[in-house]
């Protein structure tokens, strides 16, 4: 069966620190992932995506997220968090081409302190 | 990228009434979807509006309850019928391009007494 799981529901890191968000997938392709954030009251916003190539991505913010394939992982990291960083975030997998079929995770809620 | 509105932005409605949400892209694109986002949870597709015929429907979706209009490559609609306080929700309108990038507009924010 297909799904994604992202094991930490609610993670606290202090600001400055570096985070590290974790996703695992199960799914039968070759995947497409994703990695996007929903601040309160927001609509979801791409961090990035990885294809294919590379398996370290760069993101938009600060964010990078390295896949491995031999760990079905597709970790989010950052190295120094800002307050503006606290909310949460999906990891998302899907196919290539004509489907816009994405199997979210259930979500990292991502808490900052000062 | 892709820049998607969506209206209304959010809606309290009565049990039993219908609520139409309305998607527009800044480009033409070929995919668009609806998604739904139940309180406290992810994001489950609901539909793949096609663009000149009907709707594709995930399993536990049907049109009679979503039916979807899509009458061009840039504007699609998602009405919410019969409802109930189980269809409380975020209904969020995504589009893939042409990189296999998928967006997500900004989500109505549905509430049903």
């Known amino acids: 069966a297909q799904s994604v799981t992202q094991p930490d529901i609610h993670i606290t890191v202090s600001e400055g620190a570096s985070l590290e968000l974790r996703c695992n997938y199960s799914y039968g392709a070759t995947p497409y992932l994703f990695w996007y954030v929903q601040s309160p009251g927001q609509g979801l916003q791409l961090l990035l995506k990885?294809?294919?190539?590379?398996?370290l991505v760069q993101g938009i913010k600060g964010f990078e997220a390295e896949f491995k394939r031999s760990q079905s992982s597709f970790n989010l990291r950052k190295p120094s968090v800002h307050w503006s960083d606290a909310a949460e975030y999906f990891c998302?997998?899907?196919?290539?081409?004509?489907?816009?079929?994405?199997?979210f995770g259930q979500g990292t809620t991502l808490q900052v302190k000062p | 990228s892709a820049v998607i509105s969506q209206k209304p932005s959010r809606d309290i409605c009565q049990r039993g009434t219908s609520l139409t949400i309305q998607c527009q892209v800044d480009?033409?694109?070929?995919?668009m979807f609806w998604y739904r986002q139940q309180p406290g949870q992810s994001l489950t597709l609901i539909a793949t509006a096609n663009q000149g015929s009907e709707a594709t429907y995930e399993s536990g979706f049907v049109i009679d309850k979503f039916p979807i209009s899509r009458p061009n490559l840039t504007f699609s609609t998602l009405t919410v019928s019969n409802m109930s306080p189980e269809d409380s929700s975020i209904y969020l309108c995504?589009?893939?391009?042409?990189?296999?990038?998928?967006?997500f507009g900004p989500g109505t924010r549905l509430t049903v007494l």
């Open positions: 990885y294809f294919s190539g590379d398996t």
């Open positions: 995504s589009v893939r391009t042409s990189l296999d990038e998928q967006f």
């Open positions: 480009s033409q694109v070929t995919m």
């Open positions: 998302a997998v899907g196919a290539a081409g004509n489907t816009g079929k994405l199997i």
